[in-house]
């Protein structure tokens, strides 16, 4: 990997092309695990209901149904913060650390393995070391 040369005159734009190509945009798509691969149609797909709620709202209402559109939101914005998230974050973490106790729990020891093939494997006459 090419070291960046901050006391050249180069600009910083520069040497990052250098060292991530023509544009970030063409690492991105190469990833093959990349979180903006799972979830670019997911932000999509919220921008696009927003923008349409939002032309909706500011457009397409008259003045009394706004009125009543933001006393809804209003409702949500109550009925929201009665679960706080935290709360909610707790129970998932917790399912997650048990998940991943339990698959550690189960991994075998490599001593307990050695072991076990050491006494598994013995040459003719050399039981009496096999069982130490």
Do not use: H
Not at 47 to 72: C, D, K, T, W
Not at 114 to 126: Q, R, T
């Amino acid at each position: 990997m090419a070291k960046l040369d901050l006391k050249a005159g180069r600009s910083r734009r520069a040497q990052e092309q250098e060292i991530l190509g023509e544009s970030r945009t063409v690492i991105i798509t190469r990833w093959t695990s990349s979180i903006w691969k799972l979830l670019w149609l997911d932000l999509l797909m919220y921008i696009f209901s927003y923008m349409l709620i939002s032309v909706i709202y500011r457009y397409g209402l008259p003045q009394g149904a706004q009125y009543y559109f933001e006393n809804l939101a209003r409702f949500c914005l109550t009925k929201l913060s009665g679960l706080p998230l935290t709360f909610l974050l707790g129970f998932y973490v917790s399912l997650v650390v048990n998940r991943w106790w339990n698959q550690y729990t189960s991994l075998p020891w490599p001593d307990t393995i050695a072991n076990f093939l050491c006494a598994v494997k013995v040459k003719d006459g050399e039981e009496e070391k096999a069982r130490l």
